[in-house]
């Protein structure tokens, strides 16, 4: 103000504002008009982001000049994998010869379940910890979904009983190996947090916390008969309330937050209109969002508040350490700030020429992954628009998703990503493609599969099992490109692509790689 008074005392003999008293603000009214009127000026000629502004001009394709140089390596460690696996031409990759297979990276733990066997590694080395067979359940159950917590692994256990397709949730010691307890979970349903002390489980028609040491209930409530499509942001767990429940999560009427250390609930109901617009597809940062054919909506968890909509958007998934949500939105991935809806960032679609794919992002970098026999990695900044790391020979990279955000190769709170290649093929032969997974059980899809991550265009994702649907943070580089997947009958898990129906081959050297971003 003072600079600005200067200027205009100078200006004050010969001008317009001769007229103007200078001196302190305070005594002049009409210096006060003048300085209001430049302020106003200002804001009205200075850019200035609005709620829901999705602007964002999209980045010229770097094509080539995005790798140029060289960059280094995203390995950290690799190990065999045990038992018998194969490649399938496309997206899925490398997956189990028989069966489905799942993989959950976080607090340090490692986890790749297949039909009946949790095997866990160290995040950190690759190690080898423990390998644990279940036992007890009846012929033809397999394991649909691995999550690791702080102090425990759970497995979900998929299996029929009198005709009625059930599931259990087993929860292991992390550290041991060694199974604790077994508790009935919905079938889209299972654990929603664990820890040494205790675990929540989303079971057919309560949400129960148990003690880890006693089995005993610590709190339950009731959720109906329906079972309700939820997902989970930090120690909260929303659940939709919707007429047709999990399978047809539309229009969601009302959110429960439920607090998952206490089981303390509270119904958000939406402050404008009677129910929240299309089905409930993510929950992050407060911030809870909703899908639809016109676009992504956002509104706050603990109010039902709307925040911004972004129009022609699709989610695609998270990056925690960014605090970022990611949008595809036509051809182009979006950084978008979970409050406000401002676009932070954007990656054309075409950016990474030639690509099969981009994946979870982290810190701001993407993994991308590109199929077949020449497998490659890489992790492209999306800020400096150009590849920072990268791996090559990674032979028909799988990457495992789950639906729910709470298992699968990318660990939510690192830099770590986990996948499966295949570095050496058994000779060919052309065999039928796998059947149709069994359901896994978490929040979030149709048995359909839905939308995954992309800066191109939205597409579905390379999942966390052999085969099955999945939107998760994974990308397609070009704006029709994209991994495609089938239902494996479990909305919203682990999953991943359905087999198509290609020539299969044996692969006789599988590896577990461990990438950091």
Not at 149 to 170: D, K, N, Q
Not at 282 to 310: E, Q
Not at 333 to 342: D, E, F, K, R, S
Not at 405 to 424: E, N, R
Request: glycine share 14%.
């Amino acid at each position: 103000m003072n600079r600005v008074a200067d200027r205009m005392r100078r200006r004050a003999s010969r001008a317009v504002f001769g007229r103007i008293r200078l001196g302190v603000a305070g005594t002049s009214p009409r210096l006060r008009r003048w300085v209001l009127a430049l302020v106003l000026i200002g804001v009205a000629v200075l850019p200035y982001p609005s709620l829901g502004a999705v602007s964002g001009v999209p980045v010229a394709a770097c094509r080539s000049d995005c790798r140029a140089g060289s960059v280094p390596s995203m390995i950290q460690w690799n190990r065999p994998l045990t038992g018998s696996w194969q490649v399938v031409a496309g997206l899925t990759g490398t997956v189990p010869a028989a069966g489905l297979a799942y993989v959950s990276v976080g607090y340090g733990v490692a986890a790749l379940g297949a039909g009946l066997t949790v095997s866990a590694y160290s995040a950190k080395t690759g190690a080898p910890l423990w390998g644990d067979g279940l036992t007890g359940f009846p012929a033809g159950a397999a394991i649909v979904s691995v999550r690791t917590w702080p102090g425990e692994v759970t497995a979900g256990v998929s299996y029929t009983s009198a005709g009625h397709l059930e599931r259990t949730e087993v929860v292991i010691s992390s550290s041991t190996g060694t199974p604790s307890g077994r508790y009935p979970a919905a079938v889209f349903g299972g654990a929603v947090w664990g820890s040494a002390q205790y675990t929540v489980i989303v079971g057919p028609t309560t949400v129960t916390s148990y003690d880890n040491a006693t089995g005993r209930a610590r709190w339950r409530l009731s959720t109906g008969q329906v079972q309700l499509a939820w997902r989970t942001d930090g120690g909260t767990l929303y659940m939709a309330e919707s007429a047709t429940g999990f399978l047809g999560s539309a229009p969601v009427t009302a959110l429960r937050q439920i607090n998952l250390a206490t089981g303390a609930q509270v119904l958000i109901r939406p402050l404008e209109g009677l129910s929240f617009p299309g089905t409930f597809s993510a929950a992050f940062d407060g911030v809870v969002l909703f899908s639809s054919a016109a676009g992504v909506a956002a509104y706050y968890g603990t109010t039902g508040a709307w925040l911004w909509t972004i129009g022609g958007a699709v989610v695609e998934g998270t990056d925690p350490q960014k605090q970022r949500i990611y949008l595809t939105r036509g051809s182009d991935l979006v950084a978008v700030n979970p409050i406000t809806g401002q676009v932070t960032a954007t990656a054309s679609g075409s950016a990474v020429y030639g690509s099969a794919g981009l994946y979870a992002v982290r810190d701001g970098v993407a993994l991308g992954l590109d199929q077949g026999p020449n497998g490659d990695a890489w992790g492209y900044d999306i800020g400096a628009q150009r590849v920072t790391l990268s791996a090559a020979g990674l032979g028909w990279p799988h990457y495992f998703v789950d639906l729910s955000g709470v298992g699968g190769s990318a660990d939510p709170a690192s830099d770590l990503v986990v996948i499966a290649a295949c570095t050496q093929l058994a000779p060919s032969t052309p065999v039928s493609a796998s059947p149709p997974a069994t359901p896994s059980g978490s929040p979030g899809a149709t048995p359909s599969g839905s939308p995954s991550t992309t800066p191109s265009a939205s597409s579905s994702a390379t999942s966390n099992s052999s085969l099955g649907p999945t939107p998760a943070p994974t990308a397609t580089s070009s704006a029709s490109a994209g991994p495609s997947s089938s239902a494996s009958g479990t909305p919203g898990s682990d999953v991943s692509p359905s087999a198509s129906p290609a020539p299969l081959q044996g692969c006789l050297r599988p590896e577990l790689v461990a990438l950091n971003l």
